[in-house]
């Protein structure tokens, strides 16, 4: 394709993309299917652009005020990924001078906003949080997420599985923490292997993996996944259940649990039951209460602990949607509380970094439930369930995983126990 050609696709895709009406990964799935012809290289460039303008829309923006023409155009061009002679190729004498200049620019001498790249809201909580590794954290959020795996322990052992990855010229590390997980370098073609197609593997960030191993399933045990959307938890979970017992698998959302029917059909389980609800007081939980013996709610959430895979979620949330989402969360750890037998575990998870969705929430149920609920501290969990170095992922009681500590994306969880 001529470089001035792709550098126009890569204007028309932003152009829909800063529209924010819907999510960027939706977005981007359409964009490709509308451009089949497009080879692996191109969708490699147009893809890690949008991405990259995505994450530093606030710097791009400004430095794109100095330049003239289309906006989106010029922010590809600040923003481009893909290979430098190509984009030489699609640039005038003009904006080659431009480009030159701009690039002359410190940007360590430039304001704070437009160093970090996030909202004032999201953007003053962290600083309050993290203080020195407020700025640490931004340059994690900055990079592209590593790619990790679960091996399904029913199929493969860790050492098996990194074995038949690196006979297929893919390089590979055990995960510090999850005693599943395995760390791919780059962005591999894994759904051409049979260790994926045979269900061997999933791709499961090891934050995910861990808020499994919290859980903590038993052989033959009474399970809900209360919140199990595609299902990444659910069989991660049914794996460690070795098969037997019973795994609900609940959502609201009938599209995401028909995402979980072809992972569920490579992964070898037979104890998963997916099981679309209407809400948190649905009939069907209610028929289950008192009789579960562990229960996952890993809350829908404002995401911001995933931004370095979705950074169009800074610029989509706000305030406002917080706060819904913490009466949502309120509301869902207390009816699936309500399924827990006698001495049965409890586990509120989010992909948040926000203390108002995590801290809080977890600090509220426990102080309107500290006659039915003990809270149980996440490090002694974690060492029960074989996870390495747990120590490293607890903030007092809670874990509290970041990713320029852990190489994970952001999670919270809280666990307690019922009297």
């Given at each position: 394709?001529?470089?001035?050609?792709?550098?126009?696709?890569a204007?028309e895709?932003?152009?829909?993309l800063l529209?924010?009406?819907?999510p960027a990964?939706?977005v981007m799935?359409?964009f490709?299917r509308?451009?089949?012809?497009?080879?692996h290289?191109?969708?490699h460039?147009?893809?890690?652009?949008?991405?990259?303008?995505?994450r530093q829309r606030?710097l791009?923006?400004?430095?794109?005020?100095?330049?003239?023409?289309?906006?989106e155009?010029?922010?590809a061009?600040?923003a481009?990924?893909g290979?430098?002679?190509?984009l030489r190729?699609?640039l005038?004498?003009?904006e080659?001078?431009?480009?030159a200049?701009?690039?002359?620019?410190?940007?360590?001498?430039?304001?704070?906003?437009?160093?970090?790249?996030?909202?004032?809201?999201?953007?003053?909580?962290?600083?309050?949080?993290?203080?020195d590794?407020?700025w640490?954290?931004v340059?994690a959020?900055a990079?592209?997420?590593?790619?990790?795996?679960?091996v399904?322990?029913?199929?493969?052992k860790?050492e098996?599985?990194?074995?038949?990855l690196?006979?297929?010229g893919?390089a590979?590390?055990?995960?510090?923490?999850s005693p599943?997980?395995?760390?791919?370098?780059?962005?591999p073609?894994?759904n051409?292997l049979?260790?994926?197609?045979?269900g061997?593997?999933e791709v499961?960030?090891e934050?995910?993996q861990?808020?499994?191993?919290l859980?903590?399933?038993?052989?033959?045990?009474m399970?809900v996944?209360f919140c199990?959307g595609?299902?990444?938890?659910?069989?991660a979970?049914?794996?460690?259940m070795r098969n037997?017992?019973r795994?609900y698998?609940?959502d609201?959302s009938g599209?995401r649990?028909?995402?979980?029917?072809?992972?569920?059909?490579?992964?070898?389980?037979s104890?998963v039951?997916?099981?679309?609800i209407a809400h948190?007081?649905?009939d069907?939980v209610?028929?289950?209460?008192?009789k579960i013996?562990r229960?996952?709610?890993?809350?829908?959430?404002?995401?911001?602990?995933?931004?370095?895979?979705?950074?169009?979620?800074k610029w989509?949330?706000s305030?406002?949607?917080v706060a819904?989402?913490q009466?949502?969360?309120?509301?869902?750890?207390?009816?699936?509380?309500?399924?827990?037998?006698?001495?049965?575990?409890?586990?509120?998870a989010?992909?948040?970094?926000?203390?108002?969705?995590?801290?809080?929430?977890a600090?509220?149920?426990?102080a309107?439930?500290?006659a039915?609920?003990?809270?149980?501290?996440?490090?002694?969990?974690l060492?029960?369930?074989?996870?390495?170095?747990?120590?490293?992922?607890?903030?007092?009681?809670?874990l509290?995983?970041?990713?320029?500590?852990?190489?994970t994306?952001?999670?919270f969880?809280?666990?307690?126990?019922?009297?």
């Amino acid at each position: 394709m001529h470089p001035n050609a792709l550098l126009d696709l890569a204007t028309e895709l932003l152009r829909t993309l800063l529209k924010f009406d819907e999510p960027a990964d939706a977005v981007m799935s359409a964009f490709f299917r509308k451009h089949r012809a497009l080879g692996h290289r191109e969708r490699h460039a147009l893809a890690e652009t949008a991405y990259a303008v995505l994450r530093q829309r606030l710097l791009h923006q400004h430095l794109a005020q100095s330049g003239s023409g289309v906006l989106e155009r010029r922010l590809a061009i600040l923003a481009w990924q893909g290979e430098e002679k190509m984009l030489r190729g699609a640039l005038g004498p003009h904006e080659q001078a431009w480009l030159a200049e701009v690039q002359k620019i410190d940007r360590g001498t430039l304001p704070d906003k437009l160093r970090h790249n996030l909202p004032d809201w999201l953007a003053a909580p962290l600083r309050e949080q993290l203080g020195d590794e407020f700025w640490p954290l931004v340059n994690a959020l900055a990079e592209p997420a590593p790619l990790d795996l679960r091996v399904n322990s029913l199929k493969s052992k860790r050492e098996e599985a990194q074995q038949q990855l690196q006979a297929a010229g893919i390089a590979s590390a055990p995960t510090p923490h999850s005693p599943w997980g395995l760390r791919v370098d780059g962005k591999p073609a894994l759904n051409r292997l049979e260790l994926f197609t045979g269900g061997g593997v999933e791709v499961q960030d090891e934050g995910s993996q861990l808020l499994a191993l919290l859980l903590d399933a038993k052989r033959g045990e009474m399970v809900v996944d209360f919140c199990a959307g595609a299902g990444g938890k659910t069989l991660a979970i049914g794996a460690s259940m070795r098969n037997t017992g019973r795994l609900y698998a609940f959502d609201v959302s009938g599209h995401r649990l028909d995402a979980l029917k072809p992972r569920l059909a490579r992964s070898g389980l037979s104890n998963v039951h997916p099981a679309q609800i209407a809400h948190e007081r649905d009939d069907r939980v209610k028929r289950l209460a008192g009789k579960i013996d562990r229960v996952l709610v890993d809350a829908p959430c404002s995401g911001m602990g995933t931004l370095r895979r979705n950074p169009d979620l800074k610029w989509r949330q706000s305030p406002k949607a917080v706060a819904e989402l913490q009466a949502k969360q309120t509301a869902i750890l207390a009816s699936a509380a309500r399924l827990l037998k006698s001495g049965g575990r409890l586990v509120y998870a989010t992909c948040s970094l926000l203390a108002d969705e995590n801290e809080r929430v977890a600090e509220a149920f426990t102080a309107g439930h500290a006659a039915d609920f003990q809270p149980l501290p996440v490090a002694e969990a974690l060492a029960a369930a074989r996870v390495g170095a747990p120590d490293a992922l607890v903030a007092g009681p809670y874990l509290r995983l970041w990713p320029h500590r852990h190489r994970t994306d952001g999670f919270f969880a809280a666990v307690w126990q019922r009297r």
